[in-house]
């Protein structure tokens, strides 16, 4: 099946730095999300981007499906930022599947 | 935004005994719904993918007679983890998305199951 590998696995950051997350899945997809998983564990939803480039705030995300990577892009980091990012990734394989990303737990520092 | 809710968000039952978790879709029809088992500080694992009125997909591994999945209905599934045993312990999250392949997926907020 596809594997969904994020990097790095953790990261630190002091406040106001800036960081990149990246998103490499093995084979063809349909979807592709980032979540930030809170403390409770609530998945926040980030971005839906199967493809292209989209901006939210500080946030924003570039899916390149034809070379099979996603980047998630954090400026001006703040403590608020911390948690685990998600990227999942929606394909057929007989049956629809919807599969997670190994992760990236981020830390930022004040 | 789409929204998914899950019932209970916590429940701790004894060993032995059966427990059921509800996701609905809350405002759209969801032909598909997911269910995924997370263990601290790991990704989330997807357990079984069910569509409604037809039986549920489970992904190798996961045991289908100890969790019974049923899609009744266009807004809601169930999980039952049946004969709960502490191993059994995990955050259980479910999710839905309201068509084909190209549609966004909406997570519910997750359940938290202890078994003593």
């Known amino acids: 099946g596809i594997q969904v590998e994020q990097s790095p696995p953790d990261l630190i950051l002091q406040e106001g730095a800036n960081s990149t997350l990246r998103c490499n899945f093995s084979d ?21 981007i199967p493809s292209g480039t989209k901006q939210n705030g500080r946030l924003s995300a570039t899916t390149v499906a034809t070379e ?28 629809y599947k919807y599969i997670f990303g190994t992760g990236t737990r981020l830390k930022v520092l004040a | 935004g789409a929204v998914v809710s899950q019932h209970p968000s916590w429940v701790i039952c004894k060993s032995g005994t059966s427990v059921k978790i509800e996701c609905r879709s809350l405002d759209f029809q969801a032909t598909t719904m997911f269910w995924y088992r997370q263990f601290p500080k790991q990704s989330l ?10 039986k549920a ?60």
């Open chain 2, 45 to 54: 694992m997807l357990m079984a993918t069910s569509n409604e009125g037809s």
């Open chain 2, 57 to 116: 997909t489970y992904e190798q591994g996961v045991e289908k007679d100890k969790f019974l999945i049923n899609h009744a209905s266009l807004t809601l599934s169930t999980l039952t983890v049946t004969s709960a045993h502490p191993e059994d312990s995990s955050f259980y999250i479910c999710s839905a998305k309201p068509g084909g392949a190209f549609y966004e997926q909406y997570f519910g907020p997750g359940t938290r199951l202890t078994v003593t």
């Open chain 1, 28 to 48: 063809s997809v349909n979807n592709l999300q980032w979540f930030h998983q809170n403390p409770w564990g609530q998945l926040i939803n980030l971005f839906y």
């Open chain 1, 68 to 95: 099979r990577y996603s980047l998630l892009y954090i400026s001006s980091s703040q403590t608020t930022d911390s948690g685990v990012y998600f990227c999942a990734v929606g394909f057929i394989s007989g049956t």
